[in-house]
Protein backbone atom coordinates (compact mmCIF):
# COMPACT_ATOMS: atom_id res chain seq x y z
CA UNK A 1 0.00 0.00 0.00
CA UNK A 2 2.43 2.47 1.07
CA UNK A 3 6.06 2.10 -1.45
CA UNK A 4 8.81 2.20 0.89
CA UNK A 5 12.31 3.45 0.64
CA UNK A 6 14.16 0.76 -1.50
CA UNK A 7 11.68 0.73 -4.09
CA UNK A 8 12.00 4.66 -5.54
CA UNK A 9 15.57 4.70 -4.35
CA UNK A 10 18.72 4.43 -7.40
CA UNK A 11 21.01 1.74 -6.63
CA UNK A 12 23.65 2.99 -8.85
CA UNK A 13 25.20 5.50 -6.59
CA UNK A 14 27.89 7.83 -7.19
CA UNK A 15 30.54 7.91 -4.13
CA UNK A 16 33.25 9.28 -3.48
CA UNK A 17 36.22 8.06 -0.51
CA UNK A 18 37.45 10.76 2.50
CA UNK A 19 40.31 10.73 0.12
CA UNK A 20 39.07 12.29 -3.07
CA UNK A 21 40.18 15.75 -4.25
CA UNK A 22 38.27 18.83 -4.68
CA UNK A 23 38.80 18.74 -8.19
CA UNK A 24 37.80 15.16 -8.75
CA UNK A 25 34.41 15.79 -6.58
CA UNK A 26 33.54 18.82 -8.97
CA UNK A 27 34.48 16.08 -11.77
CA UNK A 28 31.86 13.71 -10.15
CA UNK A 29 28.88 16.32 -9.67
CA UNK A 30 29.60 17.58 -13.30
CA UNK A 31 29.79 14.33 -15.00
CA UNK A 32 26.74 13.00 -13.82
CA UNK A 33 24.49 16.15 -13.17
CA UNK A 34 24.20 15.50 -9.74
CA UNK A 35 24.16 18.28 -6.85
CA UNK A 36 25.31 16.15 -3.94
CA UNK A 37 26.82 12.42 -3.68
CA UNK A 38 28.05 10.04 -0.16
CA UNK A 39 31.69 9.56 0.88
CA UNK A 40 32.02 5.99 2.12
CA UNK A 41 35.44 4.51 3.92
CA UNK A 42 37.22 1.41 2.63
CA UNK A 43 33.71 -0.97 4.17
CA UNK A 44 31.54 1.06 1.80
CA UNK A 45 29.86 2.34 5.37
CA UNK A 46 28.87 5.83 4.64
CA UNK A 47 30.73 8.45 7.18
CA UNK A 48 29.19 11.64 5.47
CA UNK A 49 27.72 13.50 2.28
CA UNK A 50 29.52 16.26 -0.34
CA UNK A 51 27.46 18.91 -1.87
CA UNK A 52 28.07 21.47 -4.63
CA UNK A 53 27.00 23.91 -1.89
CA UNK A 54 30.43 22.46 0.56
CA UNK A 55 32.68 22.91 -3.08
CA UNK A 56 31.34 26.58 -3.23
CA UNK A 57 31.77 27.17 0.38
CA UNK A 58 35.02 26.23 0.28
CA UNK A 59 35.94 28.13 -3.04
CA UNK A 60 34.31 31.38 -1.48
CA UNK A 61 36.68 30.61 1.36
CA UNK A 62 39.55 30.32 -0.75
CA UNK A 63 38.56 33.45 -2.68
CA UNK A 64 37.91 35.64 0.54
CA UNK A 65 41.55 34.30 2.06
CA UNK A 66 43.27 35.33 -1.23
CA UNK A 67 41.90 38.98 -1.62
CA UNK A 68 43.34 39.41 2.19
CA UNK A 69 46.38 38.21 1.30
CA UNK A 70 46.62 40.94 -1.70
CA UNK A 71 45.88 43.82 0.51
CA UNK A 72 48.69 42.68 2.64
CA UNK A 73 51.00 43.27 -0.72
CA UNK A 74 51.11 39.28 -1.06
CA UNK A 75 52.46 38.74 -4.98
CA UNK A 76 49.14 37.94 -6.80
CA UNK A 77 50.47 34.97 -8.83
CA UNK A 78 51.45 33.41 -5.74
CA UNK A 79 47.91 33.93 -3.94
CA UNK A 80 46.33 32.68 -7.22
CA UNK A 81 49.00 29.53 -7.33
CA UNK A 82 48.04 28.82 -3.54
CA UNK A 83 44.41 28.72 -3.87
CA UNK A 84 44.87 26.20 -6.76
CA UNK A 85 46.95 24.38 -4.53
CA UNK A 86 44.39 24.20 -1.76
CA UNK A 87 41.45 23.30 -3.91
CA UNK A 88 43.76 20.52 -5.02
CA UNK A 89 44.47 19.22 -2.00
CA UNK A 90 41.34 19.37 -0.04
CA UNK A 91 39.94 16.13 0.24
CA UNK A 92 36.41 14.62 0.67
CA UNK A 93 37.17 14.52 4.09
CA UNK A 94 37.69 17.77 4.83
CA UNK A 95 34.47 18.71 2.99
CA UNK A 96 32.04 16.73 3.75
CA UNK A 97 28.93 17.05 6.54
CA UNK A 98 29.00 14.77 9.10
CA UNK A 99 27.91 12.23 10.56
CA UNK A 100 25.28 11.73 7.22
CA UNK A 101 21.57 11.20 7.53
CA UNK A 102 20.92 8.35 5.98
CA UNK A 103 17.51 5.94 5.93
CA UNK A 104 16.92 2.13 5.10
CA UNK A 105 15.46 0.61 2.34
CA UNK A 106 12.03 -0.86 4.40
CA UNK A 107 11.31 2.57 5.50
CA UNK A 108 8.22 4.56 4.27
CA UNK A 109 8.63 7.53 1.54
CA UNK A 110 6.65 9.62 3.80
CA UNK A 111 9.23 8.74 6.73
CA UNK A 112 12.33 9.37 4.33
CA UNK A 113 10.23 12.68 3.21
CA UNK A 114 9.98 13.72 7.03
CA UNK A 115 13.48 13.18 7.07
CA UNK A 116 14.76 15.15 4.76
CA UNK A 117 12.67 18.17 5.87
CA UNK A 118 13.37 18.16 9.43
CA UNK A 119 17.53 17.88 8.40
CA UNK A 120 16.98 20.30 5.44
CA UNK A 121 18.73 17.91 2.85
CA UNK A 122 18.47 16.93 -0.64
CA UNK A 123 19.25 13.07 -0.49
CA UNK A 124 19.49 10.52 1.99
CA UNK A 125 22.09 7.61 1.44
CA UNK A 126 19.90 4.50 1.37
CA UNK A 127 22.08 2.03 3.89
CA UNK A 128 21.24 -2.05 5.06
CA UNK A 129 21.95 -3.43 8.50
CA UNK A 130 25.35 -2.64 8.78
CA UNK A 131 24.97 0.59 7.50
CA UNK A 132 26.64 0.01 4.01
CA UNK A 133 25.90 1.98 1.43
CA UNK A 134 23.00 0.24 -0.43
CA UNK A 135 21.18 2.99 -3.16
CA UNK A 136 20.41 7.00 -2.55
CA UNK A 137 16.93 8.43 -2.22
CA UNK A 138 16.57 12.03 -3.72
CA UNK A 139 13.69 15.05 -3.45
CA UNK A 140 12.88 13.72 -7.05
CA UNK A 141 12.42 9.91 -6.33
CA UNK A 142 10.08 10.25 -3.06
CA UNK A 143 8.34 12.97 -5.38
CA UNK A 144 7.42 10.44 -8.25
CA UNK A 145 4.84 8.74 -5.50
CA UNK A 146 3.05 11.28 -6.08
CA UNK A 147 2.93 11.24 -9.66
CA UNK A 148 0.95 7.97 -9.58
CA UNK A 149 -2.88 8.27 -11.73
CA UNK A 150 -5.98 8.87 -9.95
CA UNK A 151 -6.87 5.59 -10.82
CA UNK A 152 -3.84 3.86 -9.45
CA UNK A 153 -4.67 5.63 -6.21
CA UNK A 154 -8.58 4.72 -6.58
CA UNK A 155 -7.03 1.03 -6.67
CA UNK A 156 -4.88 0.79 -3.67
CA UNK A 157 -7.70 2.82 -1.31
CA UNK A 158 -10.30 0.05 -2.79
CA UNK A 159 -8.29 -2.74 -2.15
CA UNK A 160 -5.51 -2.21 0.92
CA UNK A 161 -8.08 0.19 2.44
CA UNK A 162 -11.86 -0.37 1.99
CA UNK A 163 -11.44 -4.52 1.26
CA UNK A 164 -8.50 -5.87 3.00
CA UNK A 165 -8.14 -3.46 6.01
CA UNK A 166 -11.69 -2.71 6.58
CA UNK A 167 -13.23 -5.91 5.44
CA UNK A 168 -15.85 -3.59 4.21
CA UNK A 169 -18.42 -5.77 1.42
CA UNK A 170 -18.11 -4.52 -2.09
CA UNK A 171 -19.67 -1.51 -2.91
CA UNK A 172 -20.13 -0.33 0.87
CA UNK A 173 -18.20 2.46 0.65
CA UNK A 174 -16.81 4.23 -2.91
CA UNK A 175 -13.80 5.77 -3.23
CA UNK A 176 -13.25 8.66 -6.27
CA UNK A 177 -10.01 10.15 -6.46
CA UNK A 178 -9.88 13.48 -8.86
CA UNK A 179 -5.93 15.03 -8.58
CA UNK A 180 -4.95 13.26 -5.54
CA UNK A 181 -7.86 13.87 -3.71
CA UNK A 182 -9.73 10.95 -2.60
CA UNK A 183 -13.45 11.20 -1.39
CA UNK A 184 -14.84 8.11 0.67
CA UNK A 185 -18.79 7.98 0.28
CA UNK A 186 -20.99 5.62 2.06
CA UNK A 187 -21.74 3.35 5.08
CA UNK A 188 -19.67 1.49 7.39
CA UNK A 189 -20.89 -0.66 10.55
CA UNK A 190 -19.36 1.43 13.24
CA UNK A 191 -18.73 5.16 13.60
CA UNK A 192 -15.23 4.77 15.08
CA UNK A 193 -14.39 2.57 11.95
CA UNK A 194 -14.54 6.40 9.94
CA UNK A 195 -11.58 8.11 11.73
CA UNK A 196 -9.27 4.91 11.00
CA UNK A 197 -10.66 4.29 7.48
CA UNK A 198 -9.14 7.68 7.00
CA UNK A 199 -6.28 7.38 8.30
CA UNK A 200 -5.88 4.40 6.51
CA UNK A 201 -6.54 6.33 3.10
CA UNK A 202 -4.51 8.84 4.06
CA UNK A 203 -1.32 6.42 3.75
CA UNK A 204 -1.91 5.45 0.59
CA UNK A 205 0.82 7.10 -1.97
CA UNK A 206 -0.08 9.90 -3.81
CA UNK A 207 -3.39 10.89 -1.69
CA UNK A 208 -2.63 14.64 -1.07
CA UNK A 209 -6.17 14.62 0.65
CA UNK A 210 -9.28 13.46 1.74
CA UNK A 211 -12.77 14.17 1.88
CA UNK A 212 -15.01 12.78 4.34
CA UNK A 213 -18.83 12.29 3.27
CA UNK A 214 -18.82 8.60 5.71
CA UNK A 215 -22.15 7.78 8.05
CA UNK A 216 -22.59 4.67 10.32
CA UNK A 217 -25.05 2.07 10.77
CA UNK A 218 -24.38 2.27 14.52
CA UNK A 219 -22.52 4.76 16.94
CA UNK A 220 -20.26 2.58 19.21
CA UNK A 221 -18.64 6.01 20.14
CA UNK A 222 -18.49 6.82 23.98
CA UNK A 223 -21.34 9.38 24.94
CA UNK A 224 -20.41 13.20 25.87
CA UNK A 225 -19.24 13.38 29.55
CA UNK A 226 -20.83 15.50 31.89
CA UNK A 227 -18.17 18.65 33.04
CA UNK A 228 -18.38 19.63 36.83
CA UNK A 229 -19.01 23.11 35.58
CA UNK A 230 -22.36 21.88 33.28
CA UNK A 231 -20.25 21.44 30.23
CA UNK A 232 -20.31 18.85 27.88
CA UNK A 233 -17.13 17.46 27.40
CA UNK A 234 -16.15 14.56 24.16
CA UNK A 235 -13.28 11.97 24.96
CA UNK A 236 -11.60 13.43 21.54
CA UNK A 237 -11.47 16.86 23.54
CA UNK A 238 -9.37 15.82 26.98
Known amino acids: ?18 ETSFKELARLLDRHRITGLPVVDHDDKVVGVVSETDLIRRQAAQATRGRVRRFRKAAPRRSTRHATTAARTTTA ?33 VVDEEDRLIGIATRRDLLRVFLRTDEEIRRD ?15 TVI ?49 PEQHPSGGVTHPWLR
Open 1 to 18: MARTVGEVMTSEVVEARR
Open 93 to 125: EELMSTPAITVHPEQRVADAARVMERHHVDRLP
Open 157 to 171: VTDDVLTRAMCLPPH
Open 175 to 223: ASVRDGMVTLEGQVEQRSDIPLTIQLTWRVDGVVGVVNNLTSSVDDTPP
